[in-house]
């Protein structure tokens, strides 16, 4: 089971109506009843799914206080907020004065009622008025400058509730975000402008702290894993692969590889990019670190390549909101007969997205076989079939963007490229259309690839974060 869906979201549930009601009881101690009862039934929906953090029903200025203050104790990731009935303004405004600017925002338009009746009484009118409520909120929200989305439904649809755990999902991802390191190592590649990148924007805008990480750095880190471990790494390489290198290379690779997991390690990262074409890397390292460490990939961590931050950051919203892995992939070209867009890149790639694992081989790195010390180390491997979903984070001058997309993997004949792992994928529409909105959308080449359907949750993080989208279908 993925860390997805073993560890629940936070969600700071307020739920307000007006004080009045309770004041008067003008409908009498039944109806107040009843909607206690529908609180218990939403508290007991979210907690399938989510750590609900509630005070009750909020009625005034100093409960709505001690609400947000027991939320923000207890490090919620979302605030869902449902006005049950009509209810006043003041106490939400009075909790947004100590609510946090960055904590994601749900406003829900809630109805008790499967069907409305065919008449209402004025109670049963009364208690189906948590739309107005919700409205009056709106104004107040916008007003207040803050981002919030909106679900709409009765307590009754599973779609709905369903619909409230991606949001919260997201929201973790993007509080996980913000508490992210990246390394970039060393620095961005020159020839490739969309990947440079505005540190202090990625930190203050998307959350991640960027650290930068020298080539004499990794050398040092890998010249300090003894030979045993190294010897211990390449048996278990032996073992489970196909190797079709030279035994000298094997083992540079293998110092180098392990030598960037310590790295990972050492500086406690979530994600890097590494400039894997820099002179001085291969250089010093006689190659580049091509070979899959478990100790990376197990822990959630991913790899990004050419010193592409953006893609980098891309993955790791991609590991964090699926729990899937995640492949660093580039538009190779294209086949409109076919339908088609041939995908892949070289070096550290995560082996998991392999579509059969003893077919894997251990082959020279094609790009610098002969140009380095030793012929490299990369393995290589066919990717599985089934849904894909693609996402590329792109700089927007003055936000981010991402891109989202979805096709097919679909199967492939024996192998369609040496030298590089790959897949082909069949786009949700044409290949001329999808190539067009991208290039629209200002996408680069690299993208984030996991398997499955994750078009709905992405866009919900990215309206959580108040990030561009364009989605691609």
């Known amino acids: 089971m993925s860390e997805v869906e073993t560890v629940k979201p936070k969600i700071g549930l307020v739920i307000m109506a007006n004080e009045w009601f309770w004041k008067y009881k003008m409908f009498g101690s039944d109806f107040l009843e009843l909607?206690?009862?529908?609180?218990?039934?939403?508290?007991?929906?979210?907690?399938?799914?989510?750590?609900v953090i509630t005070?009750?029903?909020?009625?005034?200025?100093?409960?709505?206080?001690?609400?947000i203050k027991e939320i923000k104790n207890r490090g919620a990731d979302l605030l869902l907020i449902c006005p049950i009935i009509w209810t006043s303004d003041i106490p939400l405004i009075e909790m947004l004065k100590e609510t946090p600017g960055d904590?994601?925002?749900?406003?829900?338009?809630?109805?008790?009622?499967?069907?409305?009746?065919?008449?209402?009484?004025?109670?049963?009118?009364?208690?189906?008025?948590?739309p107005v409520g919700a409205l009056q909120f709106s104004n107040v929200l916008k007003r207040e400058r803050r981002n919030f989305s909106v679900v709409v439904g009765t307590k009754y649809e599973e779609s709905l509730f369903r619909e409230i755990h991606s949001y919260?999902?997201?929201?973790?991802?993007?509080?996980?975000?913000?508490?992210?390191?990246?390394?970039?190592?060393?620095w961005r590649y020159p020839d490739i402008a969309n990947t440079w990148c505005d540190e202090f924007k990625i930190t203050t805008r998307l959350g991640p702290k960027v650290i930068r990480i020298s080539v004499t750095e990794l050398f040092k880190a890998s010249q300090s894993i003894s030979d045993e471990e190294v010897s211990l790494f390449v048996n278990r390489l032996r073992e489970n692969f196909e190797v079709e290198v030279s035994d000298r290379s094997l083992y540079v690779s293998a110092r180098a590889s392990l030598g960037l997991a310590k790295v990972f390690n050492d500086y406690g990262l979530d994600a890097i990019a590494i400039q894997d074409l820099d002179d001085e890397l291969h250089s010093l390292l006689k190659t580049r670190p091509c070979l899959y460490v478990p100790s990376i990939f197990e822990r959630g961590g991913v790899v990004g390549m050419e010193g592409d931050v953006h893609t980098a950051i891309a993955m790791l919203i991609l590991r964090r909101l699926t729990?899937?892995?995640?492949?660093?992939?580039?538009?190779?070209t294209f086949d409109e007969s076919e339908n088609v867009i041939l995908m892949g890149h070289t070096t550290m790639l995560d082996i998991n997205v392999a579509k059969n694992p003893k077919e894997i081989k251990i082959i020279p790195d094609c790009e610098y076989e002969k140009f380095d010390e030793v012929e490299g180390a990369y393995m290589y491997f066919i990717c599985?079939?089934?849904?894909?979903?693609?996402?590329?984070?792109?700089?927007?001058?003055?936000?981010?963007?991402?891109?989202?997309?979805k096709g097919e993997s679909i199967p492939i004949d024996g192998v369609k490229t040496e030298g590089y792992s790959h897949l082909l994928v069949r786009p949700t529409i044409q290949v001329?259309?999808?190539?067009?909105?991208?290039?629209?959308?200002?996408?680069?080449?690299?993208?984030?690839?996991?398997y499955g359907d994750h078009v709905a949750i992405l866009e919900k993080f990215a309206e959580l974060v108040g990030l561009n989208k364009t989605v691609i279908l």
Request: net charge negative; glycine share 6%; charged share 25%.
């Open 35 to 51: 909607i206690n009862k529908d609180v218990d039934f939403i508290n007991s929906k979210l907690s399938e799914f989510a750590e």
């Open 55 to 67: 005070t009750g029903i909020i009625l005034n200025e100093e409960q709505a206080l001690e609400a």
């Open 103 to 130: 904590i994601p925002m749900i406003l829900w338009f809630y109805s008790p009622y499967e069907k409305l009746p065919s008449r209402l009484s004025v109670r049963d009118f009364i208690r189906a008025t948590g």
């Open 168 to 186: 919260a999902r997201a929201a973790r991802t993007v509080k996980e975000l913000r508490k992210s390191k990246l390394g970039l190592l060393p």
């Open 323 to 332: 729990g899937q892995p995640v492949l660093f992939a580039e538009v190779y």
């Open 384 to 405: 599985k079939e089934g849904t894909v979903t693609m996402l590329s984070l792109v700089d927007d001058v003055d936000n981010y963007r991402l891109i989202i997309s």
């Open 432 to 450: 001329e259309e999808f190539l067009k909105e991208a290039a629209k959308a200002g996408a680069g080449q690299h993208w984030a690839i996991a």
